[in-house]
C-alpha cells in the first residue's frame, strides 16, 4: 500500500472518530455529532477544503465497523462473485496451456503461446500477461531461476562487432553416429554480439575440440564481419595457440574472464539459458535423429523465435538493433578466413623417408628438411594437402603420401670416388679374420614377433570384443607410429591384463596408456 492511500484512510478515520469513539446517552447526542460533522469543511489530503456528503459519511462508518482500519483504503470493495475466473481465456485454452506447462515447467508464457497456435488454438484474443496471471492462480508457474551474489554491474558495447562473446554449452542427447543403440550428448558452440544481441552463429556437434571451435567461429566471420575483441571464459580450446594466431591475423583482440566468474560474459550466459528454456526442452522431445536434423531446427528456431523477438534489455529485435549499425561493420573475405583459420603445429620431418606425420597421415616433404623441425599450417576441411613453413616464410605444399606395393630403387652416381687402388693392409685385415673364425657358431634364440599396423588394430578389436569406429582407427595409427615396433606377446598379454581388471567398455585411451607403461617398462628393463 502507499502512502497516499494511508493518508486518505487515516483522514477519514479522523472524519468519523468522533461517531466510533464516543460514547452516546441518547440518539440525540449521536445526531448532533453527526450534524456537526457533516456542517463543517474538512481539508483533504489534496489540500482542497471540502464537506462531507452524508453517504460518505455512512459508508465509511460501515466500511469501518466491519474492517476496521483496512476497510478506509481505497480499492476495499466487495470481491466479485466471478474473482479469480477470467473472462477472455476460454477454458479449453487454460487447460491446454497448463497441461503444456507442466509437461516442461521451464517454458515460458511466450513459448506456451507458440504451442498453442501449432495446435490450432486461437490465441491472439488475450494477452500474455493474462495467460501468466491465470497459470499462477493455478499454480501452473515456471521454474524458478537461481539468485546471483549481486556482484556485477551492467555494462554493453556502444556498435555492433565491437565485442563478441563466445562460449560452450552442454546439448540434447542424440543416437551416436557409431552406434544408434546409444545415446550421445551433443556440445553448443557459439558467438553473440555484446551491443545488439545477435547470435553471430552458434551449431552443435558431438565434441567441443579446437577444429569444431574454428568451423563456428569461420561461419560467424562470414556471416557477421569481423569483431574488435572476443571476450572468452577459460576452457582450454580458447587458450590454444591457433586461436591466438587465427586473431592476430584477423585483427581481433582476444580477452578472458576471470576464473569462475561466468557473470563477467553475462550475455552469452543469458543467451544461454534462452536457448535452454526454450529450444531444448522441445528440441529433446521431437525426435530428431542426426546433427544435421538438430541444426537445421536450431537455425529454424534462431531467426523466427530469437532474432525477431523484441529483446527486453533493447526495446527492439537484435536484427533491428542490428541494422542500425550495419555501416560500421567490417566484413572479411573468404579467402582471407580460410588463411587466418588453419590450424598450426610443429612436427619433425623424418630422416629417412623426409615424411612429416599430421592427423595419422604421412605428407612427403622434400628432402633438405630430412630431421629438420618444421611448422605445417592446414584447414581442418581439407587434409590432401597441406603447407610447409620454415622461420616464419612459405616453402611448398605438402602432398598425402599414398602407399604403393611397389616403389623402384634410387640410383646413385658413386662416380670415381669408388675406385680405389687395393691395398696390403685390407689384405692382410680380412685373411686375419679366416684365422680368427671360430669353430662353431653360437645358436640363435628366436625374437618375439613384431607387429604390423594392421595385426596391431586386429588385436585391439579382438580384446575388446568390438570393431574399431574412424576415430578408434586414427588414435591406434598414431600409437603406432609413435611406439612401433611392439611386440605380438608382449602387447597381447598387456591388453588382456587391463581388460580382466577393467571390462572392455572404457575408452580406447585407456587401454593404449596401459600399453604404452607395460612397453616402455620392457624397454627400460632390457637395456
Known amino acids: 500500500m502507499t502512502d497516499e492511500k494511508e493518508n486518505h484512510a487515516v483522514f477519514r478515520f479522523g472524519v468519523i472518530a468522533p461517531l466510533v469513539c464516543s460514547r452516546f446517552d441518547n440518539k440525540a447526542q449521536e445526531r448532533a455529532v453527526r450534524a456537526d460533522i457533516l456542517a463543517k469543511a474538512w481539508k483533504h489530503p489534496d489540500g482542497s477544503l471540502r464537506q462531507i456528503a452524508p453517504r460518505t459519511l455512512r459508508y465509511w462508518l460501515a466500511r469501518y465497523r466491519q474492517n476496521g482500519l483496512d476497510g478506509l483504503y481505497d480499492g476495499m470493495k466487495q470481491p466479485r462473485r466471478n474473482k479469480g475466473q477470467t473472462k477472455v481465456l476460454p477454458t479449453s485454452i487454460l487447460d491446454e496451456a497448463i497441461k503444456l506447462r507442466r509437461e516442461v515447467p521451464s517454458r515460458s508464457v511466450h513459448t506456451l ?14 494477452s500474455d500477461r493474462t495467460l501468466a496471471r491465470q497459470l499462477k492462480q493455478h499454480r501452473a508457474t515456471k521454474q524458478k531461476v537461481e539468485r546471483g551474489d549481486g556482484y556485477f554491474q551492467r555494462w554493453e558495447q556502444d556498435r555492433a562487432n565491437d565485442m563478441w562473446q563466445g562460449d560452450t554449452a552442454h546439448g540434447i542427447w542424440l543416437p551416436d553416429p557409431n552406434n544408434p543403440n546409444k545415446l550421445k550428448k551433443t556440445k553448443l558452440i557459439t558467438f553473440v554480439d555484446d551491443a545488439t544481441r545477435v547470435c553471430t552463429h552458434a551449431e552443435f556437434y558431438f565434441d567441443e575440440q ?56 553475462g550475455k552469452v550466459e543469458r543467451w544461454i539459458r534462452t536457448v535452454k528454456d526454450s529450444f531444448y526442452p522441445e528440441a529433446a522431445r521431437a525426435g530428431l535423429a542426426s546433427l544435421d536434423e538438430l541444426n537445421k531446427r536450431f537455425h529454424n528456431w534462431l531467426a523466427s523465435e530469437y532474432h525477431n523477438k523484441v529483446h527486453s534489455e533493447l526495446h527492439s529485435t537484435p536484427l533491428d538493433r542490428w541494422q542500425k549499425d550495419i555501416s560500421h561493420i567490417r566484413p572479411v573475405d573468404t579467402a582471407e578466413i580460410r588463411r587466418a583459420l588453419m590450424l598450426r603445429a610443429r612436427r619433425r620431418v623424418h630422416n629417412n623417408t623426409s615424411c612429416a606425420l599430421l592427423e595419422g597421415e604421412e605428407y612427403q616433404v622434400s628432402p633438405t628438411f630430412a630431421g629438420e623441425m618444421i611448422e ?15 622461420d616464419g616464410s612459405f616453402v611448398e605444399i605438402a602432398a598425402r603420401v599414398i602407399r604403393h606395393t611397389h616403389v623402384p630403387k634410387k640410383k646413385f652416381d658413386v662416380g670415381q670416388e669408388a675406385e680405389y687402388e687395393p691395398l696390403s693392409s685390407s689384405k692382410n685385415y680380412f685373411a686375419a679374420l679366416q684365422n680368427d673364425q671360430p669353430s662353431s657358431f653360437p645358436s640363435l634364440q628366436k625374437n618375439d614377433e613384431f607387429l604390423s599396423l594392421e595385426q596391431f588394430q586386429k588385436i585391439l578389436a579382438d580384446s575388446l570384443s568390438r570393431s574399431l569406429n574412424e576415430t578408434e582407427l586414427s588414435r591406434s595409427r598414431s600409437f603406432f607410429s609413435q611406439f612401433a615396433p611392439l611386440k605380438l606377446q608382449l602387447t597381447a598379454d598387456a591388453l588382456a591384463q587391463a581388460t580382466d581388471v577393467k571390462g572392455t567398455h572404457l575408452h580406447l585411451r585407456f587401454y593404449l596408456q596401459h600399453l604404452e607403461k607395460i612397453t616402455q617398462q620392457n624397454r627400460r628393463s632390457s637395456r
Request: hydrophobic share 40%; glycine share 6%; aromatic share 10%.
Open 113 to 126: 503461446l507458440r504451442l498453442l497456435a501449432a495446435q490450432g488454438f486461437p490465441v491472439d484474443g488475450f
Open 210 to 265: 579446437l577444429p569444431s571451435l574454428v568451423d563456428t567461429f569461420s561461419k560467424a566471420l562470414q556471416k557477421r564481419g569481423r569483431p574488435c575483441r572476443l571476450l572468452l571464459d577459460n576452457a582450454f580450446i580458447y587458450h590454444s595457440n591457433t586461436l591466438a594466431g587465427m586473431c592476430a591475423n584477423l585483427q581481433i583482440s582476444l580477452s578472458f574472464c576471470t576464473a569462475r566468474r561466468p557473470q563477467g560474459k
Open 376 to 390: 605445417v599450417r592446414w584447414h581442418p576441411d581439407s587434409l590432401d594437402n597441406i603447407e610447409i613453413w620454415s
